[in-house]
């Protein structure tokens, strides 16, 4: 009988299954009611009683390692049994979803690529800035409205840190470290304290431009500003200068074009002028010049700033400013088509 136990014991320790049949076909043929462990229990009566205890001992030690290696197999193919449904090889990928530009950087980089072509590059200056570059460098007075707190976001630890309410300010950044020729394009953020509604924001995007040069005249930025309204808005495109005043330019205008909605014959977008604002621009005040460390009597430039959301209203007719960061999905993706 121990000879026999012994012989199990070699067979079982052998055991393979390929597949879960075979497996069963082994659990049957050793640990079924008819199997070969069951028939030894059946001849243990027939042992002597002096062998009983150690016989009686192997046979329960042969019957729980049968066990074991039965139960040992069938993890190994519960294993294969997930790897088989969870991983197909041979099926084909999800396609990639593609994010959208938002409009707002579309148009700006519609902005910067007309202004590349004439040969502008892009510089940048921190949306977090001081007093300095945002005011008193560019010209403005102590007691300038623009400073005023309804404007302008300060901290109130400390009032020469602010955020910046245009990007005029990377002008002063730039020119501080920059003798000219330059010609700089500068988009970027920019924040005032407004009340939020369909059309004002606390925070918006402007785009900057700078040109200074020996001999910049008024004349170099009306071909810019007539170049780049066509660029824009399409070969038909007018534009109008109507002075104005802006402390780090003079003299100062601000640029409409004819109306791209109605075509200059009037409707309710341009309040039937025929004629929408779009930017401010000038030639830099050769305060602001010296202010920035460069000699007004050798150089001159211009100037010109607009608002990103003002451009992709015009171009886009968005109703309302809010829709430009409530990352709307169902209007970001209008614009998938647009670049
Ligand atoms: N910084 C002005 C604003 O935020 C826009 C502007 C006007 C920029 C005239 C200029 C400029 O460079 O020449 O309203």
Redesign the pocket.
């Given at each position: 009988m121990i000879a026999k136990i012994k012989q199990l014991l070699e067979e079982i320790d052998t055991l393979k299954a390929s597949n879960t049949e075979e497996l069963e076909a082994l659990r049957i043929k050793y640990l079924s009611k008819k199997g070969a462990i069951n028939d030894l229990m059946a001849d243990f009566r027939n042992v002597a009683a002096d062998q009983k205890k150690e016989v009686g001992m192997r046979l329960n030690d042969l019957k729980n390692k049968a066990q074991d290696k039965i139960n040992a197999l069938k993890e190994q193919f519960a294993d294969q049994d997930n790897t088989a449904c969870d991983l197909d090889l041979t099926r084909s990928a999800y396609p990639v979803k593609l994010g959208t530009r938002h409009p707002l950087t579309i148009v700006k980089n519609e902005i910067i690529d007309i202004f590349a072509r004439l040969g502008f590059s892009i510089a940048e200056g921190p949306e977090i800035e001081d007093d300095w570059h945002v005011f008193s460098a560019l010209n403005f007075p102590p007691e300038h409205p623009a400073r005023d707190m309804q404007d302008t976001f300060f901290i109130e630890a400390n009032p020469d840190v602010v955020l910046r309410?245009?990007t005029?300010s990377v002008q002063s950044r730039v020119m501080e470290v920059t003798q000219p020729p330059i010609r700089i394009i500068c988009p970027g953020r920019v924040y005032r304290n407004e009340a939020i509604s369909y059309r004002a924001h606390c925070f918006f995007h402007?785009v900057?431009a700078l040109y200074i040069d020996k001999d910049v005249s008024f004349t170099d930025l009306k071909q810019v500003l007539l170049l780049f309204a066509k660029e824009m808005f399409g070969a038909e495109t007018k534009i109008r200068l109507r002075p104005s005043y802006?402390p780090?330019?003079e003299p100062?205008a601000e640029m409409d074009i004819s109306c791209n909605i109605c075509g200059g014959k009037g409707c309710p977008f341009c309040k039937h002028t025929g004629w929408v604002e779009i930017l401010?621009?000038?030639m830099v005040d050769p305060n602001v010049l010296e202010l920035n460390g460069i000699d007004s009597k050798v150089y001159s430039g211009y100037?010109?700033?607009m608002g990103i959301e003002r451009i992709t209203n015009l171009k886009y007719q968005v109703k309302d400013l809010r829709m430009f960061s409530e990352n709307d999905m169902r209007f970001l993706k209008e614009f998938e088509a647009a670049y």
């Open positions: 309410t245009h005029s402007q900057e802006f780090f330019t100062s401010g621009c000038g100037a010109l700033g």
